[in-house]
């Protein structure tokens, strides 16, 4: 075991400040990871302050899982990561390996999965502690390779905003010549855009602020709609392949259930607080469905992060120093990010 330096909350009504935290020392399967930047996802947010009843938080609580860095040490039974490699953690560390669903590669859904925070530690008790720290240790398998062209500022999102949006594009089948809704432009959204995009689909942004119109075309939009405007809705009836839809606040999603075609499909990857109303008339005609998507599996995640080296796409992040944090967390609740803050993880070190 070893001490590393990290950003805690004590407390659902603390502000996160500096701490010290144990790490295990690297088994022969693990790897550890200076963490050179972690992206702060809403997820985060809502854990340091326990809003949510299925996930109680058990202070302190560590959060971040949007993690890059450089492999500083590995165990000996280690294969396919090297002292130096450039190295990244999403949402999971560890899963059973052995259910159905871990032996489909999908390691989101085992009943076993150990999340990168607030889950039970096997190793040292407590719970995990995630990236808002200086290092991390992880077994091999849920470490991910990330492309050298990708700036490690911009790939740190990627590991949950970038996955959560590419896991449901290409289950459903988003490919070249597709008609694709993203709906909210926010972190995860303008990931879904830039996927859509890359993935040759024709995309439309459904956004309540006309303003962000250019910021739209410039990320790889090819049509904007105002979602509260009727008529420029009810152009697109019927059209859609698959909409993603993004917004964790309250809305109608009967209005783009209905913009989907014969078996168009619907995934929502926002958790508004209460359930949605669904019309089943608006499924029942043209046979669409409607869905939900959680990250994706490791082999997924590493399919995405090569998919983004190929195609140069990162997060665009706004970098700060993690003594912003607290700041930062306020400006995440008013939307106040173009898309999504980077923690530049060797401000640690400075007082
Ligand atoms: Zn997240
Ligand atoms: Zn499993």
Not at 17 to 30: K, L, Q, V
Not at 77 to 89: H, N, P, R, S, Y
Request: aromatic residues 6%.
């Amino acid at each position: 075991m070893y001490n590393a330096k990290a950003y805690s909350a004590a407390s659902a009504t603390s502000q996160l400040a500096p701490t010290m935290i144990p790490r295990r020392d690297p088994g022969e399967h693990d790897i550890q990871i200076e963490i050179l930047f972690c992206g702060i996802c809403h997820s985060d947010l809502h854990q340091v302050r326990n809003e949510w009843s299925v996930m109680p938080t058990v202070y302190p609580c560590i959060p971040g899982h949007e993690i890059v860095g450089r492999v500083t040490k590995v165990g000996s039974a280690v294969t396919k990561f090297k002292i130096g490699d450039l190295a990244a953690v999403g949402c999971l560390v560890d899963s059973d390996g052995n259910c159905p669903d871990c032996k489909a590669g999908l390691e989101q859904f085992c009943p076993n999965m150990t999340l990168t925070y607030n889950s039970p530690d096997v190793h040292l008790g407590g719970v995990t502690y995630g990236g808002y720290s200086d290092s991390i240790v992880v077994k091999e398998h849920f470490v991910l390779h990330v492309p050298s062209n990708l700036n490690p500022a911009g790939a740190a999102p990627l590991l949950c905003a970038g996955i959560t949006t590419y896991s449901p594009m290409r289950h459903w089948g988003v490919t070249k010549d597709k008609k694709v809704g993203v709906v909210g432009l926010g972190g995860l959204g303008h990931m879904a855009v830039k996927f859509a995009h890359a993935l040759g689909a024709h995309v439309v942004v459904f956004t309540t602020s006309p303003n962000k119109k250019d910021d739209a075309l410039r990320l790889g939009v090819d049509e904007v709609v105002v979602s509260h405007d009727a008529d420029q809705m009810n152009k697109h009836v019927g059209s859609f392949d698959f909409i993603l839809d993004a917004v964790s606040a309250e809305h109608d999603i009967n209005a783009y259930i209905q913009l989907l075609r014969r078996d168009g499909n619907i995934t929502v990857v926002g958790a508004p607080d209460n359930p949605h109303a669904v019309s089943a008339f608006g499924l029942l005609f043209k046979r669409r469905s409607i869905s939900g998507s959680l990250i994706g599996g490791i082999a997924e995640t590493q399919e995405m992060l090569d998919f983004c080296g190929k195609h140069n796409i990162t997060a665009d992040v706004e970098i700060i120093p993690i003594q912003k944090v607290n700041v930062a967390y306020e400006r995440l609740l008013k939307a106040d990010v173009k898309y999504r803050f980077s923690i530049d993880m060797t401000s640690l070190k400075s007082k």
